[in-house]
């Protein structure tokens, strides 16, 4: 079993910057890759970025590449989400999720083994 909490989430003006941070416990030798989706009002669950744990292989949804950055630091367990640039459409609840073995269906929700309770961000205009 693992267990994932994620924080950092509030409220920030259009242009700004957060991070979020993802803390893994429980079975983490076991996990391949960790990634971040975000669930906006209405909207579906959607990808955003993913980080291997072996070598920090990263991967970005169009919509955040070149805002975002994925990051990991294994010894604490720790993966990151810096989001910068911020945009009203990027309000949503951001969910971490861990993937226990290589695909290469990185986008598909059906790919993560588990989840976070998720994090509000906020983005006003």
């Known amino acids: 079993q693992v267990q994932l909490v994620e924080s950092g989430g509030g409220l920030v003006q259009a242009g700004g910057s957060l991070i979020l941070s993802c803390v893994a416990s429980?079975?983490?030798?076991?996990?391949?890759?960790m990634g971040w989706f975000r669930q906006g009002p209405g909207k579906e669950r959607e990808f955003v970025a993913r980080?291997?744990?072996?070598?920090?292989?990263?991967y970005y949804s169009y919509s955040v590449k070149g805002r975002f950055t994925i990051s990991r630091d294994n010894a604490k367990n720790i993966v990151y989400l810096q989001m910068n640039s911020l945009k009203p459409e990027d309000t949503a609840v951001y969910y971490c999720?861990?993937?226990?073995?290589?695909?290469?269906?990185?986008?598909?929700?059906?790919?993560?083994?588990?989840w976070g309770q998720g994090t509000q961000v906020t983005v006003s205009s």
């Open positions: 980080i291997r744990r072996s070598d920090g292989l990263k």
């Open positions: 999720a861990a993937d226990l073995q290589h695909t290469l269906r990185v986008e598909d929700i059906a790919s993560y083994d588990y």
């Open positions: 429980g079975g983490t030798f076991s996990i391949d890759a």
